[in-house]
């Protein structure tokens, strides 16, 4: 799911910064050390919208640097149990197949694969294949998934995803 | 799985706190009852699992009595057979949080010990034992249908041979050579790290007849990019290994390769292919290739193992100058040798010529080699043997590699090159080759060359070090060797070898047919229905190598050597021979390390082939029991065989001129003449230069101690005294022969004591090799018979200017002398 939150940092400024575009500056610093990184609490920043407020420096002693606080507003995305997302299938193995939603990576095993597909290791693509034949799962395909479980990592999320259901599996 | 009321008393039911199709996880209170004991208790009821309530059985509102055993409830555990990244991939609970109130319920199911990772690329996908056997089995029924069996192939040095390109570049000889018409290819791994690699011979055609008989796995060290980007260039078209590319990334260790984390359960029907039985910790499974090396003078390690090998020498290094002080006696662990060598170095003051010695480029080959000291010691003496199945051009290369140090310390003679060589010798045990042109060269080049026994002793420390440098450029140079010997040695001897010999490399195909027979043998073995098994089919393959040899071995291991520790032996009854104490009349081969003991003799009347031990490695590295005639033992010169009782002393002597003499006897007689000659000659020379080299050797240590001439006797006295050894003895007796007419006493002191050192570091070798003992039985009296039959040599001019030399420096000597014996 996304959010649009608010949320705050302390920026540690070179004091080789500190001139003209010493603001300009502490937005890039922000915006390279915040965007696409994984927060445990929030889940994964996104993309930072707008730059709030940032607070007055204050020169370390000892390291000369100069912090700041900053108050910035950013899109973030955390998935959640019995969430549906869309996630694109990257690897396909006989126990199951990994999907990846944005930078979240996603487990769906064949127990939570509807049961009338099956790994087919035959062929020299790896895809689950369906008795039919009319559906397969293989590398780069869109699958529709249901979170089942997550685990948040300080740096990481990790999923595990189901298409067991109804109106979930690839999408045409 | 139905679930009976857990308590010792009856009760009834307060509430539940689920309904039928709750999920619950362990620890979660699924029901209140209350006890029908005397204090009507209530409990609650604690889920030990991860589920489904599927049935409750009691209803809320039913108040009635529960019997102890009596089914309460339904539930549909998760046992979290698969789990990916602390998660289990069915249920999606996060078992990395639970952990700790799963130890307090003790659910063994979700115990992570028992979590094996099977997928090649994703180790972050665990499997319980029993999925893995339910996957196994799967796995196993398709092969079967298809007739396949399992192939776990490594990359480097067995199918490929990869240098950076780098280090290629380095290497002047390769910047004239035409790559691309050598079929050097070239990768680029994560876009920075370009790699030059030689793809074996044969290799296509290997890949293409295995790939109709198995399933083919890679499994290397390298990194997954490294590994993905030699995949594509072995198989283009990525049908052969698919994604089934098992990389350093994915594996547990960095140091070993298990089958466990491919095929937890069943190997079975699993063969690897490997140039190294030591990261396999000895696995039955194993088909050991012989290592391919084409760019063997390219000094590169792979980028998997730089790494580690530079911090291990990092390390080594450290620990060396924190122990700069003492001088460790006795017997040293082998680890430990390195250091000591070290330590000697530093402690000598000789760093000029450590630095010389270590300049830049030996560095970056001792950075290979620092991991291949510490592989060779952690390598069980069979796969060390590996090391020392040389051919001609190979011996060419130690003597190169000698030639090379012993510019480096000018000061050899050519006794002590001998000592050095008849240690390199008996330690590789070369073959019967042809040296005489090299010898020669050798020998012309340090008869101008000055002996010093300190020297000498140092340059023993270093060979012992370099030894292993040596055996592994050795290593390097197996298959394609000498193309570019660059100083001035026979070019006939080399010629030889640069018939492209890189195209000789034979032993894919070698491999190959082993593994078709192994897929026979699995599948005949089947339709029996018989439960085939890929080690046992080894283990017979093995056998049938040297079956029917009924070996004895002689002088190869001093007499009572343990069976366990008699590597040669399990390697040739592993490979099907019988190893028996005494030759009888079914004795087939006797294996020796040097004529004259008295099973070769038997042997030879007998007419029993008599062989090196090199003859039962080198049989099972070709795969097929090798030609005997090229394992023959080298002659020895009669008149020292049959020398006299003397020779009967102990193997574990000293190991002197005698047996390098007997190793090159047999190519030149001429040159064998000339060394005798020129040894003893030497000798006197080495001992005079030793105390030059001694007080430069002490120079940093102390200054005093100022003693006289009879100090100095006692401390001979003492040296022998405490020498309870025959052999030393008799050593000492032969160099005061040999001195006796320079009527030079402190010579004597010196020379026993210098020797007394050297015999000492000898020692520590015998410990490191029992080739060498056991080829230096003979050494003692070749020293006495040397000795008292050149003495006209020894009264020479060069001699005597040479102990006049001595004599100035006699006094500043006898301190250091004292100062070593302190030191001993």
């Keep these: 799911m996304f959010f649009h939150l608010t949320l705050e940092k302390d920026l540690h400024i070179h004091p080789k910064h500190c001139g003209p575009n010493l603001f300009t500056i502490a937005q890039q610093q922000l915006y390279s050390e915040v965007e696409g990184t994984c927060s445990g609490r929030y889940g994964f920043i996104i993309t930072i919208t707008s730059v709030d407020f ?10 000369g640097y100069v912090v700041f606080q900053v108050r910035y507003k950013a899109i973030i995305f955390k998935p959640f149990k019995g969430e549906v997302l869309d996630a694109i299938v990257t690897k396909v193995t006989n126990l199951g197949f990994f999907a990846e939603a944005g930078p979240l990576s996603i487990f769906v095993s064949t127990h939570l694969i509807p049961s009338d597909m099956e790994f087919d290791a035959q062929s020299a693509n790896p895809c689950f294949v369906s008795d039919d034949g009319k559906h397969k799962i293989s590398k780069d395909d869109e699958v529709r998934l249901q979170i089942k479980g997550t685990r948040v990592d300080a740096t990481e999320i990790f999923a595990i995803g189901s298409i067991r259901e109804d109106y979930l599996g690839v999408i045409s | 799985m139905n679930i009976t009321f857990p308590f010792k008393y009856e009760g009834y039911l307060e509430h539940w706190n689920y309904k039928i199709g709750d999920s619950v996880d362990s620890g979660d209170t699924i029901a209140v009852f209350t006890l029908n004991n005397s204090h009507k208790q209530q409990v609650n009821f604690i889920s030990q699992w991860d589920g489904i309530i599927t049935d409750l059985l009691i209803k809320n509102n039913d108040n009635s009595i529960i019997s102890i055993n009596q089914e309460i409830m339904k539930i549909n555990i998760c046992t979290h057979d698969v789990q990916f990244s602390g998660l289990c991939a069915s249920c999606g609970r996060d078992l990395t949080k639970k952990r700790v109130i799963r130890n307090i319920v003790d659910n063994s199911s979700v115990n992570n010990s028992n979590q094996h990772s099977i997928l090649h690329g994703h180790s972050s996908l665990t499997v319980s034992k029993k999925e893995a056997q339910r996957l196994e089995d799967i796995n196993a029924e398709r092969l079967r249908l298809n007739r396949k069996l399992s192939l776990v192939l490594d990359l480097d040095h067995t199918v490929i041979h990869a240098v950076t390109e780098q280090g290629l570049n380095a290497v002047d000889r390769w910047n004239h050579v035409d790559r691309e018409a050598k079929g050097i290819k070239k990768i680029v791994v994560n876009g920075m790290m370009n790699y030059c690699i030689k793809i074996r011979p044969h290799i296509e055609r290997f890949l293409q007849r295995v790939n109709d008989l198995f399933e083919l796995h890679i499994y290397t060290m390298g990194t997954r990019n490294y590994a993905t980007e030699i995949a594509k260039l072995l198989d283009p078209t990525q049908i052969l290994f698919k994604e089934r590319i098992l990389s350093r990334d994915d594996s547990i260790g960095m140091n070993f390769k298990t089958l466990q984390r491919l095929f937890p359960c069943d190997d079975s029907m699993v063969v690897i292919v490997d140039d190294r039985s030591d990261v396999w910790k000895k696995s039955r499974n194993l088909l050991q290739i012989a290592p391919y090396i ?18 291990s020498r990092g390390g080594q290094n450290r620990q060396a100058s924190q122990q700069t002080g003492s001088n460790s006696n006795g017997r040293l662990l082998p680890d430990d040798r390195l250091n000591d060598i070290k330590q000697l170095h530093l402690n000598s003051g000789n760093q000029d010529l450590l630095s010389k010695l270590f300049t830049a480029e030996s560095l970056a080959k001792m950075e290979i080699n620092q991991d291949l000291i510490d592989k060779f010691h952690s390598l069980d003496v069979i796969t060390r043997e590996q090391f020392t199945v040389f051919n001609q051009g190979d011996f060419v290369r130690i003597i190169e590699s000698f030639y090379s140090l012993m510019q480096f310390i000018n000061n050899m003679s050519w006794s002590d090159v001998q000592l050095v060589k008849s240690f390199c010798n008996s330690e590789v045990t070369l073959e019967n080759m042809e040296l005489d042109t090299s010898s020669n060269q050798i020998l012309k080049s340090l008869k101008t060359l000055k002996p010093t026994s300190t020297q000498v002793q ?25 193309n570019n010997v660059d100083h001035d040695e026979d070019e006939g001897d080399e010629e030889e070898e640069d018939n492209s010999p890189e195209e000789d490399d034979h032993h894919l195909l070698t491999i190959l047919s082993k593994l078709e027979k192994i897929h026979e043998t699995f599948y005949k073995e089947f339709s029996e229905h018989k439960k085939p098994h890929v080690q046992n089919i080894l283990d017979q393959l093995k056998k049938e190598i040297l079956e029917g040899c009924f070996l004895v071995l002689s002088g190869v291991y001093p007499l009572g050597t343990p069976i366990s520790h008699q590597p040669i032996r399990h390697l040739a009854e592993e490979f099907g021979a019988i190893v028996e104490n005494d030759i009888t009349s ?14 070769v003799n038997s042997a030879i009347d007998k007419g029993i082939n008599v062989v090196s031990s090199q003859w039962i490695v080198e049989s099972t590295r070709v795969w097929q029991r090798a030609d005997e005639s090229f394992f023959q033992l080298p002659d ?28 090159n006897a047999s190519t030149n007689t001429g040159v064998d003449q000339m060394l005798s000659n020129i040894s003893q000659e030497a000798l006197q020379k080495a001992l005079d230069d030793a105390d030059k080299e001694l007080e430069e050797f002490l120079e940093d240590e102390n200054d005093d101690l100022s003693k006289d001439d009879s100090m100095n006797v006692d401390n001979l006295e003492n040296n022998s005294d405490n020498d309870d050894g025959d052999d030393i003895n008799s050593y000492l007796n032969s160099i005061k022969n040999n001195n ?16 007394k050192n050297l015999k000492r570091k000898r020692d520590d070798f015998d410990d490191n090799s029992s080739n060498i003992s056991s080829s230096s039985g003979g050494s003692n009296s070749s020293i006495d018979d040397e000795s008292d039959g050149s003495q006209s040599v020894y009264d020479s001019p060069t001699s005597n200017s040479s102990s006049g030399k001595t004599s100035n420096s006699d006094s500043d000597v006898d301190n250091d002398l004292q100062e070593l014996n302190d030191l001993l």
Excluded: C, M
């Design chain 2, 458 to 482: 140092w340059f023993l420390d270093l060979l012992k070090f370099l030894k292993i440098e040596i055996l592994g450029t050795l290593l390097n140079n197996r298959d394609d060797h000498v």
């Design chain 2, 294 to 311: 084409y760019f063997s003078d390219v000094i590169d390690s792979l980028p998997h193992e730089r790494t580690a090998t530079f911090q």
């Design chain 2, 636 to 663: 020895e010169p009669t008149q020292q065989v049959n020398n006299d009782s003397k020779s009967k002393s102990p193997p574990t002597t000293t190991e002197t001129t005698n047996s390098t003499t007997t190793t």
């Design chain 2, 740 to 755: 006796h007419n320079s009527s030079n006493n402190n010579n004597n002191n010196h020379s026993s004591s210098n020797n």
């Design chain 2, 586 to 599: 079914r004795t087939t081969h006797v294996v020796a390390a040097r004529k004259g003991t008295t099973k």
């Design chain 1, 54 to 63: 940032i607070s007055k420096g204050k020169v370390l002693e000892s390291s």
